[in-house]
Each structure stands twice: as structure tokens, then as C-alpha cells.
């Protein structure tokens, strides 16, 4: 079935380039903008930055003096803290990009990364208050709200995930093979690392840049040919890709609750576009089947939350 619906699905977004070159065009365009004028001054220097602090093993002795607070709070070491942090911060795909570059360099075990998958890969909160309030929720919720409902959503996934699914200490023991693991020593000059670390960024953003581009075209065939201004409409196009899905849903007439629920729900599931840029930066070794369940599990809580806050407020 794979082999037939792939080839066919190709046909059918070649077949839209040629009938309708200039909504294809259009798309494109719109995809290339969002990569260049927004990811790259964002990401690229996160990207570099970190994978300087993960190779010299800086980012695992700046949060080592609590590390116990992360494990009892999160169920994760050092390491995987500043994962989470920076997944916080930055948004997707860093979260996911953090934790394999962890789990490649030997600083966390495959249980950590794979669990660490499940609430580390989020919106920031740059594109929550700017995109998300600004644009689809026309500054109505305040911004403390959204976010925190967001965040409770995603550390609700956490707790379900660490004592109903894993079950145990995802700290121990660590199960990296010694041939995976770097020591600071091992590096070369700063010269060196910078380099590797700036085509390592390059190389993660034109992966990026490239799932953007495609999933732009396919949002742009689907609207198309789906011409409905319902919820269940919007909530495809959101499903497919956060931005476009959102854009349009802010156009829409629906009721402010409906655009609320929708767009809370898009932003918790980030998407099939992310889920494919998040595919393409994970370890081959790990899974990204607890990623998915996760964002699954965390679309419903958030929907659950904001269902409870519409009725409430």
C-alpha cells in the first residue's frame, strides 16, 4: 500500500505544479519565507551555540549542581535538563535536536532520550505570544493563560509518560556504547569545533527548510481543494502544518471559542510537518513512536484544559 499511495500522492503535487502554477508558486514562496526570514536568524545560532556547549560537555556542568532536582521533579540528568530547557525556550524542533545530539555524544541512555522525546519538543513562547495571541487570538487571552495551559498540558504528558508508561529511573543505568561517547579532550582546536558546529546548524536547517517547503505545497494543494470553512477544515490544515493552519483559522469566521479550541489543539500537536523535521533529527537507534503518543495524549489534555477554561472564564 505504501509503495502505491507514496508514488501516487508525488503524481498528484507534480500534477498540481502544472495545473496551477501560480498557487504552487505562491506556496512555495511562502514556505521559503517562513525558513529564511524567520528560521534561520532564529534557530542557526542556537543550533551552532549548543552544539558547541554539548561537545565541550559545558551544557552537562551547568546544570549538574541540581541535579537531583531534576531527577525527582523530571526524572532526568543534567543533560537531559538542558534539553528540556532549551526545548522550552527555542521551540520545534530544538527540543528534539538537543536530545538526539545528548543520546549521539554519550550524555544520556536511550530510555532518557526516548522519554525525553514526550515533553521537550514544544511552540516557544516567542511563536505562542506573537503567532498564537497576537494573530489567531487577537490579544483576547491573556498571554500568562495560554502558555500556562500549554505548559501544564505538556507536564501532565510528562508525569503520565514517567510513572504509567516507563515505569522506572530513566537515568540509570547508561547503556551508551563507549564508541558513541566524546570526551572534550578528543575535540581539536576551537577552530575546528566551530566549524563542525556551524555545517552541523546549516545541515539541520536545510532539512528543516526542505520538510517547510514541501509541506507548504501540500497545505496549498489541500486548500485547493478544500473548500470549507468549517472547524474540521481548519483543524486538517493545522494538523498538516502549525503556521498555514493557524493563518487561515485566524482569517476565518468562526465563533472565538471555536478559534481558540483549534488553535490551542494545533499548537500542542505541533503538526505532521514538525513531526517529519523531528523524524529527520532523531538518533537511527531512536523511536519516534513516543513522540507521536506524546503529542497525541498532550493534544487531548490541552483540548480538556481550554474546554475547562471556556466554560469557567
Not at 521537550?120 to 497576537?134: D, E, G, K, Q
Amino acid at each position: 500500500m505504501k509503495r502505491i499511495l507514496f508514488p501516487a500522492g508525488i503524481l498528484l503535487l507534480l500534477s498540481f505544479f502544472v495545473c496551477c502554477p501560480i498557487e504552487a508558486l505562491s506556496a512555495s514562496k511562502e514556505g521559503l519565507d517562513l525558513w529564511l526570514n524567520t528560521l534561520i536568524p532564529t534557530l542557526l545560532p542556537f543550533i551552532i551555540l549548543t552544539g558547541i556547549l554539548i561537545h565541550t560537555n559545558t551544557a552537562e556542568k551547568l546544570f549538574a549542581p541540581l541535579e537531583r532536582l531534576w531527577n525527582i521533579v523530571f526524572g532526568v540528568t543534567s543533560p537531559g535538563a538542558y534539553a528540556l530547557i532549551l526545548g522550552l525556550l527555542c521551540g520545534y524542533p530544538m527540543g528534539t535536536k538537543i536530545t538526539s545530539d545528548m543520546y549521539t555524544h554519550g550524555r544520556i541512555n536511550k530510555k532518557e532520550a526516548e522519554y525525553l522525546l514526550t515533553f521537550t519538543n514544544h511552540a516557544s513562547p516567542v511563536f505562542i505570544r506573537t503567532y498564537l495571541i497576537h494573530l489567531c487570538l487577537e490579544d483576547r487571552i491573556h498571554y500568562g493563560t495560554v502558555y500556562g495551559i500549554l505548559l501544564l498540558a505538556s507536564f501532565l504528558t510528562m508525569v503520565i509518560f514517567r510513572f504509567c508508561i516507563w515505569k522506572g529511573d530513566t537515568t540509570t543505568p547508561k547503556t551508551i556504547p563507549e564508541n558513541q561517547k566524546t570526551e572534550p579532550s578528543a575535540i581539536g582546536s576551537i577552530g575546528t569545533l566551530l566549524d563542525a558546529s556551524i555545517m552541523n546548524g546549516f545541515e539541520t536547517l536545510t532539512r528543516m527548510g526542505g520538510h517547510i517547503l514541501l509541506f507548504s505545497v501540500i497545505s496549498a494543494f489541500i486548500r485547493h481543494f478544500l473548500k470549507t470553512e468549517s472547524a474540521a477544515g481548519y483543524l486538517i490544515l493545522g494538523t498538516l502544518e502549525l503556521t498555514t493552519g493557524l493563518h487561515f483559522l485566524a482569517l476565518s469566521s468562526l465563533p472565538f471559542k471555536i478559534r481558540y479550541l483549534c488553535s490551542m489543539c494545533m499548537t500542542a500537536f505541533g503538526g505532521i510537518c514538525i513531526l517529519a523535521q523531528t523524524k529527520s533529527l532523531l538518533h537511527q537507534d531512536l523511536s519516534v513512536i513516543p513522540y507521536i503518543s506524546a503529542k497525541c495524549l498532550n493534544t487531548a489534555i490541552t483540548a480538556l484544559l481550554s474546554l475547562i477554561f471556556i466554560q469557567v472564564v
